[in-house]
């Protein structure tokens, strides 16, 4: 039996060519399947850095990512398009909802490059996860005439709508007010109860952090 989702090891980062700057040092950390992992640490100590790398969408100086024992460190670009759609969703502190579309719509979009055209399955889907993050009513709303609060949470049904593994979230709660962030760290932790979808959610909020089952500090 293995438990273990992530594997990260050595992982080191350093921007720049002409001045360096080391903003990860050899971090390494495990985590499994169905955690709920919070990352906390200042501003600039290299939260979203590591997040970005373990979603692929950045590269490590050097250091190795396995992902259920593949190291997505070597993937060519063509694998990790389809690793990411398969296996992650993504959360940011700015939801990126496409305005002109409903929240319907919104939900459904990832849909239409995984598959083709989006089924009927997938449009029920998308129901269930609007119903899940309380949006029952306001399917057919635009993303415009929706809270903040509101629309994170379409961005939270997006991010589920392709039933990833693993959910990355990068302060998702940095743009809302405090009654929304419990709001939606508690719908967070509901889904990875409920669905056993593992987080790794990027805070600075140690509050929120705390409802954590484990929380990594960065120094
Ligand atoms: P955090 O999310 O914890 O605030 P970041 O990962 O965004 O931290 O940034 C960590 C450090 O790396 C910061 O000092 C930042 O200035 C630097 N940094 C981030 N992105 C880049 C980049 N593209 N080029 C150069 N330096 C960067
Ligand atoms: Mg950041």
Redesign the pocket.
Same mark, same amino acid.
């Given at each position: 039996m293995d438990d273990k989702l992530l594997e990260i090891k050595d992982l080191v980062k350093i921007? *720049?060519t002409k001045v360096k700057?080391k903003?990860l040092h050899e971090v390494s950390l495990d985590i499994d399947k169905g955690e709920f992992l919070s990352i906390i *640490?200042p501003? *600039?100590? *290299?939260?979203?850095?590591l997040l970005n790398i373990i979603g692929a969408l950045d590269n490590a100086t050097s250091g190795h990512i396995y992902f259920e024992n593949h190291d997505i460190t070597t993937m060519k670009s063509d694998e990790l398009a389809s690793f990411r759609n398969k296996n992650l969703g993504f959360i940011f502190q700015f939801h990126h909802l496409l305005p002109e579309f409903t929240a319907l719509e919104n939900v459904i979009i990832p849909t239409w490059i995984k598959y083709k055209s989006p089924t009927n399955r997938k449009r029920e889907r998308a129901l269930e996860l609007l119903e899940i993050v309380g949006l029952k009513d306001r399917i057919n709303n635009k993303a415009t005439d929706l809270s903040g609060g509101q629309q994170q949470r379409v961005a939270i049904a997006r991010a589920l709508i392709n039933d990833p593994t693993l959910i990355l979230a990068d302060e998702p709660t940095g743009n809302l007010d405090s009654e929304s962030t419990e709001q939606v760290y508690d719908l967070l932790r509901s889904i990875n109860k409920d669905i056993g979808t593992t987080f790794i959610i990027v805070t600075h909020d140690r509050h929120l952090a705390a409802k954590s089952e484990r929380v990594i500090e960065?120094v």
């Amino acid at each position: 039996m293995d438990d273990k989702l992530l594997e990260i090891k050595d992982l080191v980062k350093i921007y *720049g060519t002409k001045v360096k700057t080391k903003v990860l040092h050899e971090v390494s950390l495990d985590i499994d399947k169905g955690e709920f992992l919070s990352i906390i *640490g200042p501003s *600039g100590s *290299g939260k979203t850095t590591l997040l970005n790398i373990i979603g692929a969408l950045d590269n490590a100086t050097s250091g190795h990512i396995y992902f259920e024992n593949h190291d997505i460190t070597t993937m060519k670009s063509d694998e990790l398009a389809s690793f990411r759609n398969k296996n992650l969703g993504f959360i940011f502190q700015f939801h990126h909802l496409l305005p002109e579309f409903t929240a319907l719509e919104n939900v459904i979009i990832p849909t239409w490059i995984k598959y083709k055209s989006p089924t009927n399955r997938k449009r029920e889907r998308a129901l269930e996860l609007l119903e899940i993050v309380g949006l029952k009513d306001r399917i057919n709303n635009k993303a415009t005439d929706l809270s903040g609060g509101q629309q994170q949470r379409v961005a939270i049904a997006r991010a589920l709508i392709n039933d990833p593994t693993l959910i990355l979230a990068d302060e998702p709660t940095g743009n809302l007010d405090s009654e929304s962030t419990e709001q939606v760290y508690d719908l967070l932790r509901s889904i990875n109860k409920d669905i056993g979808t593992t987080f790794i959610i990027v805070t600075h909020d140690r509050h929120l952090a705390a409802k954590s089952e484990r929380v990594i500090e960065m120094v």
